[in-house]
């Protein structure tokens, strides 16, 4: 009996100084990855909306939940650059987080994929830079197009899938065009273009 309760003692003692080491590292790395985390959603509102004045780039929240961010063009906040939401949809083995930017008429102005896990060499291409290019080719072919025209391929729009990775290329086009959509209600409309049956596009 005394055996029992000196495992047990022994036991407790080990789980609990594992708690307290456990509770320790959170406590020193949780400010790390919450910074880390302000930084990555930082530089994706830039490339997202790159019209805008970084500082003058403001958060619409309602209950505690960021629906999207105004982009002014100056700290004045006098005129607005555009919007920018977080459009998140799974893939092929992860669920794929981008920050996109569109100006005041829903046209994409920037895209930055922010968070995936996709498969290397396939999924992964979604954030592949072609030799001689400053961009990702795949992330490219959004700008300047509106909710219309997304659509891959194999769906028959405009935007064209990775090879061995439509679900990948998918996952990113219909959660863009859902979230502008969702983003469009949520404005009461866009404003109208300035010639809505030409837009450009980035081929």
Not at 38 to 65: C, F, G, H, S, Y
Not at 99 to 121: A, L, Q, S
Not at 162 to 175: E, Y
């Amino acid at each position: 009996m005394k055996e029992i309760f000196k495992l047990g003692g022994i036991l407790l003692l080990v789980t609990a100084l594992a708690s307290g080491a456990l509770s320790m590292v959170n406590k020193i790395t949780k400010p790390k990855i919450e910074e880390q985390k302000r930084l990555v959603v930082e530089r994706a509102l830039i490339a997202a909306l790159p019209t805008a004045d970084p500082k003058a780039i403001e958060k619409v929240i309602e209950n505690d939940e960021i629906l999207y961010y105004i982009g002014y063009t100056t700290q004045e906040k006098t005129d607005i650059a555009g919007y920018a939401f977080v459009a998140k949809k799974a893939g092929y083995s992860s669920v794929i987080e981008t920050m996109v930017g569109v100006d005041t008429t829903g046209k994409i102005i920037g895209i930055k994929v922010m968070e995936e896990k996709e498969t290397p060499g396939l999924g992964t291409k979604i954030e592949e830079i072609k030799y001689g290019e400053s961009a990702p080719w795949f992330q490219l072919q959004f700008i300047n197009r509106y909710a219309g025209e997304l659509a891959v391929d194999k769906d028959n729009g405009p935007i064209r899938s990775i090879t061995g990775a439509t679900i990948s290329s998918r996952a990113v086009t219909n959660s863009i065009k859902e979230g502008l959509e969702q983003l469009e209600k949520r404005l009461g409309g866009f404003k109208k273009q300035a010639n809505p049956t030409q837009t450009e596009q980035v081929s």
